[in-house]
Every structure is written in structure tokens, then in C-alpha cells.
């Protein structure tokens, strides 16, 4: 299991401390029948499952009316969630005698260098033949939720029992203790630890979901254009895969998607425009993409940002909803790739029926859903190649 390892939660504000009761006690009630009543009347009128939709209000809610530190005190942190889970999901595996869980799941986390972050794995790391690195999403304030677990491992460690899987989740440093290219240097670190324990990375498929799907797409950028403040990692060969599920890759909040999706999704302009401040404000972004340097938010920048993408991974597969507002940015972003380089095997799904990040929705529910179905189909299809 490794050395003892834990994460303190950042100290609120005295503004922050003072503000908490009402929002709880006044504001989040109201706001939360208000959204989740529009959400449910927006869906039910675009003929859509109503369910997940419920969810998307009060997610909207909770990102819209709580301060980042307001919401890192409310829930429990990344290795709280891990510790957890890992313990509820063994207890349910021996109850119904899921034996691969039984074999495969136990709490392993490997501390990395900047004593900020780790690698939480699921699955065996030492017997494992394919590898994925999963970054969580959660706008770089919320803590992972269960619900990234068991996507992770429905989706890849289950995926076939004849192929030994592990999952390398990285526990991140969150905003606004950390800024951009914090997250970024903390992904190279996990990468390349992996690297250094020997895993080859023809074997390693990395992604993420949201912010998590920002996170894929700096370290791709990354390993094809080293930044300048981060050890860069010279890759003996291209990388297995790489996948990015409603990823957030603009600050921009002007795209149709915004206009049609803006008051059925868990995002809005409002929140992702705060986000982009938190994560972006005073580090030099914006220079950065004048320059046609897109670490940051790749789709800001010149299209050709990743031009040889080849050299790092030959596949990518992208999936966004149609009903949610980062809908447009996913789109770019896959298009831009596959024009740019026809020897990348690029994936783009648009589906139809979901908002943002329906496959973690899946996962919270502990259902195998839709999402779940399409993201093992193409990881089957990836790790099955020779």
C-alpha cells in the first residue's frame, strides 16, 4: 500500500466562512428547485430521459453557488473517495462474489515526488499488461467522485478477463491552491513514473473527463511541445491511446452549444467562465496562445498545435453530448486532430440523448450505461490490437 499519505483540505476565507450557512440554509434549496424544475422541463420537451437530468441541476447548483474551498469542505477529498470506495466496493464484491473484483481491487497509492499528488491504482500494477492513466474531472475544484471508480472500473479493469488492466488515477493538487501548469506538471510526473517503473508506453492509454479531458490534452501537447517550466519526457514509442470525454479545451463561452444547452446542463457560461479565471488568472495564458502555445486551452491557439500528434499516440477517441455546452470545443478539438494528422485514428462521438459527462453520471449511479457500453467497446478495440 505504500507509506502513509494525506492531503489537508485549504482553510476557508473569512468571507467564504460567513457566507456558508446562508447558501446552505437559503440560497442552494431555492436555487436547486429552480434548476432542477428547468432542467426536467427541457428535457421532457427535447424528448429526453429525465433522470440524469435531475442530477445536472443539482451538480449545476453546487458549482454555481459554492467557492472552490466552499466545495472542497463540503465532500470528502480524492483519497478519502479512493480509501472509501475501494473498501464499500470489496465488501459488495464478496457479498455477490465477484470474483475478478475480489482479485484485482485493493487500496494502493504511490506518493509522487512534489509530496502533492499520487498515483491511487486499481488493479495490479505488477502483473497488468495494459495501462491507463485517468485524470479526474471536476473544473480543478471538485475532489473525484465514486462515480470516476467505477466508470474506471467497469469500463477497463472488467473490460476482458483475459487482458490484466490497471488504472493509475492521479490525485491532483486543487485550484486555487494550484494553478495552471501545476495540474500539468503533476501529469508529466505520473507519466512518467510509469515510465520509470518500467511500463512500456506502446501499453499506456491516458485520459479524462472535463477537466480531466483539459488535463489529457495539456500532457499531449506536452510530450509534442515541452513546456518550458516541466521536465519533458521523450517517449520511445507513441503511446496506446488517448481518449477525452466532454472535454473543456477553450475559455471560450460564445459557441452555439452555450446558447442551445446553457439551462439544460450541469455547466453554464457563468461556471465555466469562473473556472477558466481560478485555473487561468495571472499565469500568462493568454501570451501563451497569442503565441500559438496551447498547453493551456488547445483550441485558443493555431490549429496546428498538434501537427504530428502521430508521435505521441495513433489513437483518440473523443466523446461529448449532444445537450451540453462543451459540446462545440470537443468538436474542434477532435476535428482540428483528424485534419491535421491522417495518421491518427480519431473516435468522435456525439450522443445524442446526454449532457456533460453522462459516463460519470453512470458511475455514480453504478449502472453500465450507455457511456459506459460505447467507452469498453473502444478501449476493447484499442488494447486488442497488436
Not at 254 to 260: A, D, G, Q, V
Request: net charge negative; with cysteine.
Amino acid at each position: 500500500m505504500g507509506k502513509m499519505y494525506s492531503i489537508s483540505k485549504e482553510p476557508l476565507s473569512l468571507a467564504e466562512i460567513c457566507d456558508l450557512p446562508l447558501r446552505v440554509l437559503v440560497i442552494v434549496p431555492i436555487s436547486i428547485l429552480f434548476n432542477v424544475t428547468r432542467c426536467l422541463y427541457l428535457a421532457w420537451s427535447r424528448g429526453l430521459p429525465l433522470g440524469f437530468y435531475v442530477k445536472c441541476g443539482v451538480i449545476r447548483v453546487a458549482l454555481g453557488q459554492f467557492a472552490p474551498r466552499q466545495i472542497q469542505l463540503l465532500s470528502p477529498s480524492t483519497l478519502q473517495v479512493y480509501k472509501t470506495w475501494v473498501a464499500q466496493r470489496l465488501a459488495r464484491a464478496r457479498m455477490e462474489h465477484e470474483i475478478t473484483v475480489l482479485k484485482e481491487l485493493k487500496e494502493d497509492i504511490e506518493p509522487l515526488p512534489d509530496g502533492r499528488s499520487s498515483i491511487m491504482w486499481l488493479g495490479d500494477r505488477r502483473k497488468a499488461t495494459k495501462f491507463v492513466l485517468f485524470f479526474h474531472g471536476g473544473g480543478y475544484v471538485a475532489w473525484m467522485s465514486q462515480g470516476h471508480l467505477e466508470w474506471c472500473l467497469q469500463a477497463y479493469l472488467l473490460a476482458d478477463e483475459n487482458v490484466d488492466v490497471a488504472v493509475a488515477v492521479l490525485q491532483y493538487t486543487m485550484c486555487p491552491a494550484a494553478q495552471y501548469p501545476l495540474h500539468l506538471r503533476q501529469a508529466t510526473a505520473a507519466l512518467d513514473h510509469m515510465l520509470e517503473s518500467g511500463i512500456d508506453p506502446g501499453q499506456i492509454v491516458i485520459g479524462g473527463d472535463s477537466a480531466g479531458g483539459n488535463l489529457t490534452a495539456q500532457l499531449l501537447g506536452h510530450l509534442l511541445h515541452p513546456h518550458p517550466d516541466i521536465d519533458p519526457i521523450k517517449l520511445t514509442r507513441p503511446l496506446l491511446a488517448a481518449f477525452a470525454v466532454s472535454p473543456w479545451v477553450s475559455t471560450s463561452t460564445n459557441t452555439s452549444s452555450f446558447r442551445e444547452n446553457g439551462h439544460i446542463d450541469m455547466l453554464s457560461s457563468e461556471i465555466v467562465a469562473e473556472s477558466c479565471r481560478t485555473l487561468l488568472e495571472g499565469t500568462g495564458h493568454e501570451i501563451q496562445a497569442r503565441q500559438g502555445r496551447g498547453w493551456a486551452m488547445p483550441v485558443d491557439t493555431d490549429e496546428v498545435w498538434f501537427d504530428g500528434l502521430s508521435k505521441v499516440t495513433k489513437e483518440l477517441y473523443v466523446t461529448v453530448g449532444k445537450q451540453e455546452v462543451l459540446r462545440d470545443q470537443g468538436l474542434v478539438f477532435a476535428d482540428r486532430i483528424r485534419r491535421k494528422n491522417k495518421d491518427v485514428h480519431v473516435t468522435l462521438e456525439v450522443a445524442e440523448k446526454e449532457a456533460h459527462d453522462f459516463i460519470l453520471l453512470e458511475g455514480m449511479e453504478g449502472t453500465v450505461g450507455d457511456a459506459t457500453i460505447r467507452m469498453r467497446s473502444w478501449f476493447l478495440t484499442v488494447i486488442s490490437k497488436p
